[in-house]
């Protein structure tokens, strides 16, 4: 399986700031995904991560709100700008194991906004 | 719109018994098939996939496959108490798809 490493795993954050997630996957993936779990949820796709383009985001999340980076093949970052307490939920980042595709997930970044 | 439905439990299990956890989605084009388990405050574990129609056996899990009525299960032989979790099923046409994750479903298993 790939080795996925997510920071951090934790934060509390107050209403109105940005935190940027970052994502380190232990070979090269062309996609790497990003969502997020809320609170006694299931998992929602926020947007798929490519490197050299811009990511494509699902339905109800937007850029200016979920930016995302991809400078190479190995990593990625996701900020969640201008928090409120709506944003508190577990980010997980997810990447595939070729040639199947099955993705693994990181350990999650847990926020909290005040 | 693509969903992926399970019911939510909690399903009790007595220990040693059989878990039958079920999922069904929307999207014909649904290609590739997943079951993931999930502990409290961690992350998805990948459990099973299965790509056709059939069963797959992988150890005390087996995954089912029926395409024609857009149904996905998994059975879980000799359940342990640690096989107590919630059990996600999932679901991607391939390729640059994501996966699209059913709500869940809590096992609980009885000792």
């Known amino acids: 399986s790939a080795v996925i490493s997510q920071k951090p795993s934790r934060d509390i954050c107050q209403r109105g700031t940005s935190l940027t997630i970052q994502c380190q996957v232990d070979?090269?993936?062309?996609?790497m995904f990003w969502y997020r779990q809320q609170p006694g949820q299931s998992l929602t796709l926020i947007a798929t991560?490519?490197?050299?383009?811009?990511?494509?985001?699902e339905s109800g999340f937007v850029i200016d709100k979920f930016p995302i980076s991809r400078p190479n093949l190995t990593f990625s970052t996701l900020t969640v700008s201008n928090m409120s307490p709506e944003d508190s939920s577990i980010y997980l980042c997810?990447?595939?194991?070729?040639?199947?595709?099955?993705?693994?997930f990181g350990e999650g970044s847990r926020l909290t906004v005040l | 719109q693509k969903e992926v439905e399970q019911n939510s439990g909690p399903l009790s299990v007595p220990e040693g018994a059989i878990a039958s956890l079920n999922c069904t989605y929307s999207?014909?084009?649904?290609?590739?098939f997943f079951w993931y388990r999930q502990y409290s405050g961690k992350s998805p574990e990948l459990i099973m996939s299965?790509?056709?129609?059939g069963d797959k056996e992988d150890g005390r899990f087996t995954a089912q496959l029926n395409k024609a009525s857009q149904y996905v299960s998994l059975l879980i032989r000799d359940s342990q108490p640690s096989d107590s979790a919630t059990y996600l099923c999932?679901?991607?046409?391939?390729?640059?798809?994501?996966?699209?994750f059913g709500k869940g479903t809590h096992l609980i298993i009885q000792p």
């Open positions: 070979s090269q993936v062309t996609m």
């Open positions: 999932a679901v991607s046409k391939g390729g640059a798809d994501g996966l699209t």
């Open positions: 299965i790509y056709s129609n």
């Open positions: 991560a490519n490197q050299g383009s811009e990511a494509t985001y």
């Open positions: 999207d014909r084009g649904s290609q590739s």
């Open positions: 997810s990447a595939p194991r070729y040639p199947a595709g099955e993705l693994f």
